[in-house]
């Protein structure tokens, strides 16, 4: 980065997210995309939703070609602080009780579902054998 480069801390960045002042944060690089909002092949509100953030998981998945990104450059502003942008979230799967008490019922479930015709059809043999034990009998 060079001494004439503009320094942004994040909090900045995220004040910009609206129509008339869009900025977007990818790979540490700040963009004012503003004036590109409305040649955006995606959309403008592409553009929209990705500000605010670190928009650069957004940008990578899409695979933007090296016209796009050497057209990026016209709309490059600065860098930002790293030490300013937050600990990304990652998602945690749930394994507290609460989830396993949640799949029991649905395993009891499946068996009773299995079981009950099961003991229609014996008791319905029963009836039958015991009807025609009877009628050998008289």
């Given at each position: 980065m060079g001494s004439g480069e503009k320094v942004f801390v994040y909090e900045d960045l995220v004040k910009h997210k609206d129509r008339n002042d869009c900025w977007l944060l990818i790979s540490r690089k700040v963009y004012n995309v503003t004036q590109f909002l409305e040649d955006h092949p995606g959309g403008d509100?592409?553009?929209?939703?990705?500000?605010?953030?670190?928009?650069?998981?957004?940008?990578?998945?899409?695979?933007?070609?090296?016209?796009?990104?050497?057209?990026?450059?016209?709309?490059y502003i600065g860098e930002v602080d790293a030490t300013t942008i937050p600990a990304?979230?990652?998602?945690?799967a749930q394994t507290s009780t609460a989830a396993t008490q949640q799949e029991e019922?649905?395993?009891l479930f499946k068996?009773?579902?299995f079981l009950v015709p099961l003991l229609i059809l014996g008791f319905a043999f029963g009836l039958q054998f015991l009807g025609k034990k009877e009628k050998t009998e008289t």
């Amino acid at each position: 980065m060079g001494s004439g480069e503009k320094v942004f801390v994040y909090e900045d960045l995220v004040k910009h997210k609206d129509r008339n002042d869009c900025w977007l944060l990818i790979s540490r690089k700040v963009y004012n995309v503003t004036q590109f909002l409305e040649d955006h092949p995606g959309g403008d509100e592409v553009l929209l939703a990705a500000s605010g953030k670190d928009a650069t998981n957004d940008f990578e998945d899409v695979g933007h070609s090296d016209d796009a990104r050497e057209q990026m450059q016209k709309y490059y502003i600065g860098e930002v602080d790293a030490t300013t942008i937050p600990a990304r979230r990652m998602y945690k799967a749930q394994t507290s009780t609460a989830a396993t008490q949640q799949e029991e019922p649905g395993f009891l479930f499946k068996i009773i579902q299995f079981l009950v015709p099961l003991l229609i059809l014996g008791f319905a043999f029963g009836l039958q054998f015991l009807g025609k034990k009877e009628k050998t009998e008289t």
